[in-house]
C-alpha cells in the first residue's frame, strides 16, 4: 500500500488505496452521512487493512466554503491515520482534471458547482447548496420534477431526490415529455450561467475545454445537451467538455504522496 485518496461527496463515500503503480488494490465505499460517522467508516477501514501509517488526502464536500468541516475531520482523524491534509472534493476534481493546471471544471451531481483557477487560487461559482438544491443539479432537477408531478419530497433525503433525475432524463429522450423536457432545458441554463459568472474574470478567452464530473455528467443525453445548449448562447468562444480519467480518490492519493515528499 503506497497512498490512499478519499471523496467525501454529496452522496456517497469513497476511499481508494493505491499501489507505488498508482493500481487501485482496495477500496471501501459508503452512504455520506454526518461528519461523525465519515470519520468512524474512515478509521474503521484504514485500521481494519493496517494502513495506518500510509499518506491519506481527503476530498470533502463542503471543506472549501465551511472551514469547521476540514477542523473536525482534522481534528478527529489526524492522531489516527497518517492524513496529509483535508481539501474540497471540488478542488479534488480539478486536480482529477487538470492536476495542478489551470481549467474550467463543472461538477454535476446531487449538487453543482464550477471550479476554476486563477492566479494560483481556486474559486468557484455555486455550490451554496439552497433548501431547493444547486441550480441546475441533481437535486434541484429532483425538486422541480416532483413537484411538476405534485409528489412531495419534503421528507426524502438529497440522494433519493437526486435519483429522480434518470426518470426526467428518460421521459425526455424517450416520451419527449414536456416537464422532463423543460426541466432539462432550465439546468442547461443554470449551468451554462455558471461558465459565464466564470468567464467575466478573465480575458481574450477564444477556446475553453470544461471538465465535467459527477453522476449527471456520466449520462450521454444530458452531456450533449448541456454542450449544444452552452455552444448556442455562450457566443465568440470555442467550449468542449470532457471526462477527467482519473478519479478524485486517485488525485487525492498523488496530492498525498506528493505532500509526503515535501515533509521529508
Known amino acids: 500500500m503506497y497512498a490512499i485518496g478519499i471523496d467525501r461527496g454529496a452522496s456517497y463515500s469513497r476511499i481508494s488505496v493505491f499501489d507505488s503503480s498508482f493500481n487501485e488494490i482496495k477500496s471501501y465505499n459508503f452512504i ?62 480539478h486536480r482529477a ?51 411538476g408531478i405534485n409528489k412531495t419530497y419534503i421528507d426524502l433525503k438529497d440522494q433519493l431526490i437526486a435519483s429522480y433525475t434518470s426518470e426526467v432524463i428518460n421521459k425526455a429522450k424517450n416520451e419527449k415529455d414536456k416537464l422532463c423536457l423543460d426541466i432539462l432545458n432550465e439546468s442547461y441554463m443554470e449551468l451554462s450561467k455558471l461558465i459565464s459568472q466564470a468567464l467575466f474574470k478573465f480575458k481574450n478567452i477564444n477556446k475553453l475545454k470544461i471538465a465535467l464530473i459527477g453522476g449527471l455528467s456520466n449520462d450521454e443525453y444530458f452531456r450533449n445537451g448541456l454542450s449544444n445548449y452552452v455552444n448556442q448562447n455562450i457566443k465568440n468562444i470555442d467550449i468542449s467538455f470532457f471526462i477527467p480519467e482519473n478519479t478524485i480518490q486517485k488525485a487525492s492519493a498523488l496530492y498525498a504522496i506528493q505532500l509526503d515528499k515535501n515533509n521529508k
Open 32 to 93: 455520506t452521512d454526518s461528519l461523525e460517522n465519515f470519520v468512524k467508516e474512515t478509521n474503521n477501514f484504514i485500521k481494519k487493512i493496517n494502513a495506518e501509517k500510509v499518506p491519506v488526502v481527503i476530498s470533502s464536500k463542503g471543506a472549501m466554503t465551511r472551514k469547521e468541516i476540514k477542523d473536525y475531520i482534522i481534528q478527529n482523524l489526524s492522531d489516527k491515520i497518517n492524513l496529509k491534509t483535508v481539501i474540497s472534493d471540488a478542488e479534488g476534481a
Open 97 to 147: 482534471a487538470f492536476n495542478e493546471d489551470d481549467g474550467f471544471l463543472i461538477i454535476i451531481g446531487t449538487g453543482s458547482v464550477l471550479i476554476y483557477k486563477k492566479e494560483g487560487k481556486y474559486l468557484i461559482e455555486g455550490g451554496k447548496n439552497p433548501i431547493d438544491g444547486d441550480p441546475g443539479s441533481g437535486k434541484w432537477i429532483g425538486i422541480k420534477y416532483l413537484k
